[in-house]
């Protein structure tokens, strides 16, 4: 039998612990035999220690948290392997070292880990800069559209004041954000956009 602690539940010993554990890692679908050992004995020594922030119910968590990791784990190759093969040969066509393959690149790598599709690109621009980097975009959109089916709506917009609009505050950070071009491509349904700074005032 477990015992309680004010309102922690808590193993008796490293045996009662590993028993409790092992039914509910099974139960999660997670054996306990291919939990590496490190783990399998740090989820025990939380079953048993006695602490607020301990007992069994905190041991179960651990492993809710290995499984979460592994699921993580099996997506992030999943959609590895959905778009390798066009995302390796659209960089490498549009090139690996022009800003366009650069974007690319990254949009791929969120794609893959599914991060937040809203990020900065680079260290910003200036208006030329921006707009060589447009037709750029557009280039690697028309390209896109010929060969590269996984890859759609590439396309950017044009410099905003997000100041001005009311828009200059970044969440409930106190970043702020002033001049803007946004650029944007969608992998397989899944829309990304990148903010590009604009440096330099308007001309």
């Not at 549009?94 to 974007?103: C, I, Q």
């Not at 954000?177 to 829309?191: C, D, E, M, S």
Request: a negative charge; aromatic letters at 8%; hydrophobic letters at 35%.
């Amino acid at each position: 039998m477990t015992k309680m602690i004010g309102h922690v539940e808590y193993a008796n010993d490293e045996t009662e612990a590993t028993e409790l554990l092992t039914e509910y890692s099974e139960s999660i679908g997670l054996p306990w035999g291919l939990i590496p050992q490190r783990k399998r004995e740090a989820s025990v020594r939380v079953a048993t220690y006695e602490d607020k922030n301990n007992g069994l119910a905190a041991a179960k968590k651990t492993l809710d948290d290995d499984v979460a990791e592994q699921r993580r784990a099996e997506r992030v190759s999943e959609r590895t392997a959905e778009i390798k093969k066009q995302a390796d040969s659209f960089v490498k066509a549009v090139g690996e070292s022009t800003l366009s393959g650069r974007l690319l690149d990254q949009c791929r790598h969120h794609y893959e880990q599914a991060n937040n599709p809203n990020f900065t690109f680079g260290a910003g621009m200036t208006e030329p800069e921006y707009a060589a980097f447009q037709e750029e975009w557009q280039e690697t959109a028309d390209l896109a559209s010929e060969r590269y089916n996984q890859f759609t709506n590439l396309r950017s917009t044009a410099i905003q004041d997000k100041e001005a609009l009311g828009k200059g505050q970044v969440g409930d950070t106190l970043a702020t954000r002033g001049r803007q071009g946004n650029v944007f491509v969608t992998i397989l349904g899944a829309k990304f956009n990148a903010h590009i700074d604009i440096k330099g005032k308007k001309k």
